[in-house]
T-cell receptor, first 114, second 116 residues
């Protein structure tokens, strides 16, 4: 079975600084998808960024980028120029090809300090 | 399009009672997923549908849990004889179906269940 591990329960960052959230996963599949979801307090989960395993290029969405290391099964999220609105729980998630259910990590709570 | 909606947003019930939650997915989304999220944990998969067919159920989904999507639109999740361990946030998500499966899952706000 696939598993996703987030080893940082909590992180904090100063406003305008850069922070990196870690994620590792375990799978025997060669093709799959990886995601970072953001869950603000008392609000619904939204997708931050996705990475297709067959693509070597790291995904980027504005201030958010990933470092995808397929051989190491590592998928970290970098947030640049952190803003107060970035404060939330961040979940790393894995999905097999086929629009199947997501497998989530336990999450990292990010605090942004003004 | 108003996104995925769930009703109720909060439910408090006494142990042993039955509860039912509803999820309305984004219109024309073929796939609908139910997840459960307990405090301090990531969401865990419960079950999912493609149109009205229930394709997979997690081992987490005991016999007390049942889910339906009768006309391939909204879905209900019923928990019978609730237990305190059922206290959690129940999340619904939907997505379109395509061959490459590139679409994301869109989440609803969740139903927070408290069993006293």
């Amino acid at each position: 079975a696939q598993t996703v591990t987030q080893s940082q329960p909590e992180m904090s960052v100063q406003e305008a600084e850069t922070v990196t959230l870690s994620c590792t996963y375990d799978t025997s599949e060669s093709d799959y998808y990886l995601f970072w979801y953001k869950q603000p307090p008392s609000r619904q989960m939204i997708l931050v960024i996705r990475q297709e395993a067959y693509k070597q290029q790291n995904a980027t969405e504005n201030r958010f980028s990933v470092n995808f290391q397929k051989a190491a099964k590592s998928f970290s999220l970098k947030i640049s120029d952190s803003q107060l609105g970035d404060a939330a729980m961040y979940f790393c998630a894995y999905r097999r090809v086929g629009n199947t259910p997501l497998v989530f990590g336990k999450g990292t709570r990010l605090s942004v300090i003004a | 399009d108003t996104g995925v909606s769930q009703d109720p947003r909060h439910k408090i019930t006494k142990r042993g009672q039955n509860v039912t939650f509803r999820c309305d997915p984004i219109s024309e989304h073929n796939r609908l997923y139910w997840y459960r999220q307990t405090l301090g944990q990531g969401p865990e998969f419960l079950t999912y549908f493609q149109n009205e067919a229930q394709l997979e159920k997690s081992r987490l989904l005991s016999d007390r849990f049942s889910a339906e999507r009768p006309k391939g639109s909204f879905s209900t999740l019923e928990i019978q004889r609730t237990e305190q361990g059922d206290s959690a946030m129940y999340l619904c998500a939907s997505s379109p179906l395509d061959g490459r499966s590139t679409y994301e899952q869109y989440f609803g706000p969740g139903t927070r269940l408290t069993v006293t």
